[in-house]
């Protein structure tokens, strides 16, 4: 023995020498007594664990009562009150130590704590520990506790079953949260260890010591969705309040508690707390929790010859003996029943084998010869308990390096009925086996906390009818009036019935939460036996982890209305450029018609046209066509936009540039235009046009791409739920390729300078005040009315370009405005001089074919056309003088000036 225990037992003799020893039995008897020492906390303790004394001491009863076992000795166990800390019990164990008579094994404590004290302690007196209720992982190690046994599961037994669990479901990520201590820490790093073997992910071991706020945000943060929870009952209420509130409960968390806890723990007051009992309750609807085994199969019959259903009878019986009246009936009292078993088999082994056994000093012993320096008795005591295996009152009993191996139970808590009652529907039902008259019946119902039932649904009566619990006749509802009714439940028809007839009756009450045994699991077999359902909310087993939202790409399109509305506009301004088109045709060669040159005219309203058709190209997308489709829309769009612009507005250009080369530039000489050289500068415009876009196709060719829009949750997911499901991505096809930005800013300054241009002519032209050939005024309303217009377009645009609906109708209605406007300004009124000034029949050609300016139709001022009138007066009389006296050539050079040839008055090279 070493000198610290020496010590401790010497100062524990000196001040418990006067303690108390209470033994069960003081019968005599001729057999041999053999003594337990049995620890046990009693009422006042913090755990009140009494109920095991009464199933202990019965189990000592049947032991005794039996010839079989241990025949020449009667089992005895001296009580003592361990409590459940480790001070009380070394002191009840120091004080059995010194007191005689030696005790040959104890049973006990119940608590790990004291457990860890009184086997750690009692291995130096070769005590054997049969423990009936500690959990601690800790007491498996050999080398702290070598002569620990248990007959209650260790909290390692229920770490594999919550491994089972998660590979049964599938979950890799699990978080645990324990309280601070070491029965709990030693649980935790078990549990650890287990989950690192399974290659299942630890994403958080929270421990605290008083509040767990902190912890539990911090696996609210984690995405924690499979938690362990170890504690004790009390701060497991704490621990779902702070989840309840941070969101960490309900659908899509599974909690997994120790099962040990009372009935209804959760709804305790508890002033530690702040959540209403309504919060709690939901806060813990559908927690797993394991436990070992209670009862065994009430069909096997244990080691005693009795079932579970007889140890229940008998054991309650015995709690209404004088000596236990103030015991509290204990759901575990059967570990107590099955440790006294579990003793007695190895001592009635060890007897047998003591009749023939010599030990190391060529003695032969007997059980009463065991002392606490007997190490060869106490090992033998250890290997025979490692082999003892029997049937007992918690069902299969064995020992796997001292821990129990046997059955475990899966328990949900979810709305159920207690033994007896049918649940259906979120309710509890009972048909009583006796009848009654409606005011009886109703008193029934009600001394059960139940009332009559109404049985409405076809689908209850189905349910209650193959339970086989039903006659015809029921009591409808609990009314008491003195009219009655009741329910034919063949026909499911009401009947009008005398109140005072006795007929049967049905009591219906709500469903209540409790803990509902789902599943059985073998752990020494690893055999998982379901026996019910486990309810998950919607019906689905909740994910270890936040699912990624599910992205619905939605892609957001123009509407039909507002496609084919925009379209309709393109069309108006279609039939209208056509319009025009045909009265410039019709009218071309009309004095102001002729004079605006037609033909440029019609390249003005090509482009027009052109530009109409970009409009319907700009409202086309993906929803209306395939991708390949719409990859040729983009290419097509370029096309029509840039031709279109350059076609109407390089026309409008250039025969202004033609008014300002004839009118403004001051020269002696003849200035004649042709519109062959006006479409010739078109040509060269559209050429640039067209170098650009080809060397765009052959270098960096349009291609669709998708643009993602700011993404938007769907609604369903924020009524229902704290956690987002699905989110919607809005997009939209576009036209795009690597270096758009460079093609287009390209044509942007080359359309650029181009209206420079034309605003330049056309202030330059600005006093040329021959309406049917200077289009200045209108085409410095047309430039007014692009550049403004196209500056407010793409201001727009920057903020509407998210929204390709709003952007295609902004877009589209800008366009049609601006080319309308253009083509208005331009023809209108030329078709109102048209039919204001018909001018009688069409003029012929001044001068050429090509359609050039005649000097007589350029110089528009009064004073010099007065003039040249005089000019002509005088110019005839000359001619008519030359040519009566012969001298023409001399007359040439008299008037310093050509001579106009009446039969060649088309001449294009004629100088005034």
Not at 607 to 622: E, P
Not at 646 to 660: C, D, E, P, Q
Request: with cysteine; hydrophobic share 40%.
């Amino acid at each position: 023995m070493s000198l610290p225990l020496q010590v401790s037992l010497a100062f524990l003799c000196i001040i418990y020498a006067s303690s108390d020893v209470n033994t069960t039995s003081t019968t005599m008897s001729t057999k041999t007594p053999l003594y337990l020492g049995g620890y046990f906390p009693m009422p006042g303790s913090s755990y009140d664990g009494s109920g095991f004394v009464p199933a202990t001491q019965m189990a000592l009863d049947h032991i005794n009562e039996r010839d079989d076992i241990l025949p020449e000795y009667e089992l005895k166990m001296i009580v003592n009150n361990s409590g459940c800390a480790p001070g009380p019990a070394m002191r009840a164990l120091f004080d059995q130590l010194i007191r005689k008579p030696i005790k040959i094994m104890t049973i006990g404590p119940c608590c790990s704590e004291p457990s860890k004290a009184v086997s750690g302690v009692g291995y130096h007196w070769n005590l054997i520990t049969m423990n009936y209720g500690a959990v601690s992982p800790t007491l498996s190690n050999r080398n702290l506790y070598p002569y620990f046994y248990r007959t209650y599961m260790s909290a390692a037994e229920f770490n594999l079953v919550q491994v089972r669990l998660m590979r049964e479901y599938g979950w890799q990520r699990v978080a645990s949260i324990h309280e601070l201590w070491e029965v709990f820490s030693s649980t935790v790093d078990n549990l650890l260890t287990l989950l690192k073997e399974d290659n299942i992910t630890i994403i958080g071991a929270e421990s605290f010591q008083e509040n767990p706020s902190n912890q539990v945000k911090v696996l609210k943060i984690k995405d924690a969705k499979i938690v362990v929870l170890n504690t004790y009952e009390g701060m497991a209420r704490r621990v779902f309040c702070e989840a309840y509130k941070a969101g960490l409960t309900g659908k899509g968390y599974v909690w997994m508690i120790i099962a040990w806890y009372t009935e209804g723990w959760w709804a305790k007051q508890d002033d530690s707390i702040d959540c209403t009992p309504a919060e709690m309750t939901e806060a813990v609807r559908g927690y797993l929790c394991i436990d070992s085994t209670l009862l065994g199969d009430p069909k096997d019959n244990t080691i005693a010859n009795i079932n579970s259903g007889d140890f229940l009878a008998f054991y309650e019986e015995r709690l209404q003996w004088p000596e236990y009246r103030d015991f509290t009936n204990n759901v575990y009292a059967p570990f107590g029943y099955d440790a006294a078993w579990a003793v007695a088999l190895t001592l009635n082994k060890s007897a047998e084998i003591l009749k023939t056994k010599r030990f190391a000093d060529n003695t032969i012993r007997r059980l009463e010869d065991f002392n606490y320096d007997d190490v060869e008795m106490g090992r033998m005591f250890f290997d025979l308990l490692a082999e003892t295996e029997f049937i007992g009152a918690t069902g299969p009993v064995s020992f796997r390096t001292g821990d129990r191996v046997g059955i475990t139970q899966i328990f949900q808590l979810q709305d159920n009925c207690r033994p007896g009652w049918q649940y259906f529907d979120e309710a509890c039902y009972v048909t009583p086996s006796l009848a009654l008259d409606h005011q009886m019946a109703a008193n029934y119902c009600q001394s059960l906390d139940a009332s009559i039932s109404s049985l409405q649904g076809e689908e209850l009566l189905e349910h209650l009818l193959n339970e086989d619990i039903l006659g015809p006749l029921f009591w409808f509802g609990d009314d008491d009036s003195v009219t009655c009714q009741s329910m034919d439940v063949m026909s499911q028809t009401m009947v009008r019935q005398n109140c005072f007839e006795e007929i049967n009756f049905v009591c219906e009450k709500q469903a209540e939460l409790l803990q509902h045994l789902v599943a059985l699991y073998d752990v020494k077999n690893d055999i998982m036996d379901w026996k019910d359902s486990v309810i998950w909310p919607d019906g689905e087993v909740p994910l270890d982890h936040t699912p990624p939202p599910v992205i619905v790409h939605v892609m957001k399109y123009s509407s039909p209305i507002t496609f084919y509305s925009m379209c309709a506009l393109s069309g108006v301004g279609l039939i209208l450029a056509l319009a025009f088109l045909g009265f410039n045709i019709k009218f071309k060669d009309q004095r102001t018609i002729k004079m605006s040159s037609p033909y440029l005219n019609n390249l003005i309203i090509l482009g027009g046209i052109l530009i109409y058709f970009w409009v319907v190209t700009f409202g086309l997308d993906t929803h209306l066509l395939s991708k390949e489709a719409f990859k040729v829309i983009c290419h097509i769009r370029n096309w029509l936009l840039c031709l279109g612009f350059v076609l109407s507005f390089g026309a409008m250009f250039s025969k202004t540039w033609r008014v300002y080369r004839v009118v403004t530039l001051k020269t002696p000489q003849r200035i004649v235009i042709s519109d062959r050289q006006l479409f010739a500068m078109v040509a060269i415009l559209v050429a640039v046009d067209v170098v650009i876009l080809t060397v765009w196709e052959i270098v960096d060719p349009m291609k669709v791409a998708t643009y993602d829009l700011q993404p938007e949750i769907a609604l369903s997911d924020l009524e229902d739920s704290s956690e987002v499901r699905e989110i919607i991505q809005p997009y939209f096809n576009y036209c795009s390729c690597n270096n758009m930005l460079y093609f287009f800013s390209a044509l942007c300054v080359y359309k650029g300078l181009l209206l420079i241009f034309g605003t330049f002519l056309a202030w330059e032209t600005r006093k040329v005040a021959i309406p049917a050939l200077n289009d200045s005024k209108y085409i410095g309303m047309s430039v007014y009315n692009v550049v403004i217009l196209s500056s407010i377009g793409a201001a727009v645009s920057l903020i509407i370009y998210d929204d390709p609906p709003l952007l295609f109708i902004f877009t589209g209605t800008l366009v049609i405005f601006c080319t309308t406007v253009t083509l208005i300004v331009i023809f209108v009124p030329k078709v109102i001089s048209v039919y204001k000034y018909p001018e009688g029949k069409p003029v012929t050609t001044m001068a050429s074919q090509g359609g050039s300016i005649d000097p007589k139709q350029t110089l528009h001022d009064a004073e010099e056309k007065r003039r040249l009138r005089e000019k002509m007066v005088k110019l005839e009389e000359a001619i008519r003088k030359a040519v009566n006296s012969g001298s023409l050539e001399c007359l040439k050079e008299s008037m310093g000036a050509t001579v106009i040839d009446p039969e060649n008055t088309n001449s294009t090279t004629d100088r005034v």
